[in-house]
């Protein structure tokens, strides 16, 4: 396995607050140049070899990303593309990747970006667009090769004009935490055991200052966590366990809750006695991504120094076949006193969170929110495209589309009407942990999981049907896409979620 977590590489990002000439378009590597599209139906604006560049793309009205070679001593790639007045930040995230894509060809090192045309209302978006796909692209998978090839991330950035310098720490941050959750995604299951997260999550949490406590099987056998053990109980390997993680701000406010953040954390999924296909089991080292969000909205909040305190509670365990797995039928009883009546064994993401989201309520967080690859119907619903949403507050559903829509982390709030329990009910035992028919499983395992979560308690499920998007997804260039940093970041501190 790879020994240490890797060091997210700096971006330098340089702001003169001067115009853009040729000697100084001229000393970069690459330059993007980012017009209106009312520019290309008009007049073309002046600024470094713009009419150079307007003769090679004269008759465009609208431009997508096109790279021109700069007749230099440096040969300077331009990358020039038009935006809508008004585009969403999804719209402009999704045209910086792709502009990004364009210099990330050339191994440029030294970037600039130019805006001419843009209004001030327009200018700090189209710049946090820009920054924020620079930053993703900076990224490097987990390599296994004999022969690992040399990774050149771009190194400064140097955004020209503006009047006053902008502030693109949380930007930074969120991009730190992005590559940290897609990172630990695409590890191979075998280099990401229970027992290896746990190995990463202390490196973390020395560097970090965190706290941390790890509920291992005895523990949990002792805290009623059965709904979790029957899942845990089918590996060899007794290392899975709930792992907290805790940040407490220098200086605490009195008397202000934490926010709770839950994550699924199955190493591996078989389907376990339900055997999934080999088509349906290929990747599924990847269903931890819950986890790894959670971890890396942790790491983000914990940048930012924010005034509130922050758990993160992570299921870790894999879904194995062996003589001692769960089966359907059985009965198993949660940490709460519920018991369940197993009916799927591929349904073990809401048995693990089912636990970890009980045990989490006992401390009464300000907020809790969970995050899970958890159901393909959310899929089928949305796409790969968007998240859904699930809350018990019906009041936060126009925070919770708002931050998607701000963030560019796309969500949609889903119902979660209490007619929906009424598949859900045993004859054996309080619950079913689901149906054997597919229809609106997402749904059913949201009203599942909102049996685990005290009533007093806020709470929102993040369905994560957009961690992999293939091609990418806004700013992320990689099908495994991190997804949720941004969206949470921007609910807590855009959309005054946020405990006070």
Same mark, same amino acid.
């Given at each position: 396995?790879?020994?240490?977590?890797?060091?997210?590489?700096?971006?330098?990002?340089?702001?003169?607050?001067?115009?853009?000439?040729?000697?100084?378009?001229?000393?970069?590597?690459?330059?993007?140049?980012?017009?209106?599209?009312?520019?290309?139906?008009?007049?073309?604006?002046?600024?470094?070899?713009?009419?150079?560049?307007?003769?090679?793309?004269?008759?465009?009205?609208?431009?997508?990303?096109?790279?021109?070679?700069?007749?230099?001593?440096?040969?300077?790639?331009?990358?020039?593309?038009?935006?809508?007045?008004?585009?969403?930040?999804?719209?402009?995230?999704?045209?910086?990747?792709?502009?990004?894509?364009?210099?990330?060809?050339?191994?440029?090192?030294?970037? /600039?970006?130019?805006?001419?045309?843009?209004?001030?209302?327009?200018?700090?978006?189209?710049?946090?667009?820009?920054?924020?796909?620079?930053?993703?692209s900076n990224f490097e998978a987990p390599q296994f090769k004999k022969e690992v090839p040399e990774s050149r991330h771009v190194q400064s950035l140097t955004l020209f004009d503006g009047k006053k310098?902008?502030?693109?720490?949380?930007?930074?941050?969120?991009?730190e935490g992005n590559a940290l959750a897609r990172w630990l995604t695409l590890l191979p299951a075998n280099h990401l055991t229970p027992a290896v997260y746990l190995a990463y999550a202390k490196e973390l949490a020395r560097r970090e200052d965190w706290k941390l406590e790890f509920l291992d099987e005895k523990k949990l056998a002792r805290l009623g966590a059965g709904a979790f053990l029957a899942v845990s109980q089918g590996s060899d390997s007794r290392d899975a366990g709930v792992l907290r993680l805790s940040y407490r701000p220098s200086k605490p406010a009195r008397g202000v809750k934490p926010v709770a953040l839950v994550g699924k954390g199955i190493c591996y999924d078989t389907g376990g006695v339900n055997l999934k296909s080999a088509k349906s089991m290929f990747g599924m080292h990847g269903d931890m991504q819950g986890s790894a969000v959670a971890l890396a909205t942790l790491l983000v909040l914990t940048r930012l120094k924010v005034a509130f305190p922050v758990d993160a509670w992570l299921a870790l365990a894999r879904n194995h076949i062996g003589p001692k797995a769960y089966t359907q039928n059985d009965v198993v009883r949660a940490s709460n006193g519920m018991t369940i009546e197993i009916v799927h064994t591929d349904a073990e993401g809401r048995m693990v969170?089912?636990?970890?989201?009980?045990?989490?309520?006992?401390?009464?967080?300000?907020?809790?929110l969970d995050y899970a690859t958890?159901?393909?119907?959310?899929?089928?619903?949305? /796409?790969?495209?968007?998240?859904?949403?699930?809350?018990?507050?019906?009041?936060?559903?126009?925070?919770?589309?708002?931050?998607?829509?701000?963030?560019?982390?796309?969500?949609?709030?889903?119902?979660?009407?209490?007619?929906?329990?009424?598949?859900l009910e045993s004859a054996v035992a309080d619950v079913k942990q689901c149906i054997i028919e597919s229809e609106a499983d997402h749904i059913l395992a949201a009203r599942f999981l909102g049996r685990f979560v005290p009533d007093s308690v806020p709470w929102v499920h993040v369905d994560l049907a957009s961690a992999e998007h293939k091609g990418g997804l806004a700013q992320v260039p990689t099908d495994v896409t991190g997804f949720g940093v941004r969206f949470t970041l921007d609910l807590l501190m855009d959309q005054g979620l946020a405990p006070r």
């Open positions: 396995m790879p020994s240490k977590l890797p060091r997210y590489p700096k971006l330098d990002i340089r702001q003169p607050l001067t115009a853009a000439d040729a000697a100084r378009v001229d000393a970069l590597d690459a330059i993007i140049i980012l017009l209106p599209e009312s520019a290309l139906q008009k007049r073309w604006p002046e600024f470094a070899h713009s009419e150079r560049l307007k003769k090679r793309l004269e008759g465009k009205k609208i431009l997508a990303p096109t790279r021109v070679d700069l007749p230099n001593a440096r040969g300077t790639v331009a990358v020039l593309a038009s935006y809508k007045a008004g585009a969403s930040a999804f719209d402009l995230l999704t045209l910086a990747r792709r502009c990004i894509a364009k210099v990330r060809e050339t191994e440029a090192l030294h970037l /600039g970006a130019i805006l001419p045309a843009a209004d001030e209302a327009q200018r700090p978006l189209l710049l946090d667009a820009l920054v924020s796909a620079v930053a993703a310098p902008l502030d693109f720490s949380r930007r930074l941050a969120e991009a969170l089912s636990d970890t989201l009980a045990l989490a309520g006992r401390h009464s967080p300000a907020l809790m958890l159901t393909g119907s959310c899929i089928v619903a949305l /796409g790969s495209r968007y998240a859904g949403a699930f809350s018990n507050r019906a009041e936060l559903h126009p925070s919770i589309l708002a931050a998607g829509v701000h963030s560019g982390e796309r969500v949609w709030p889903m119902p979660v009407d209490a007619d929906y329990d009424e598949p």
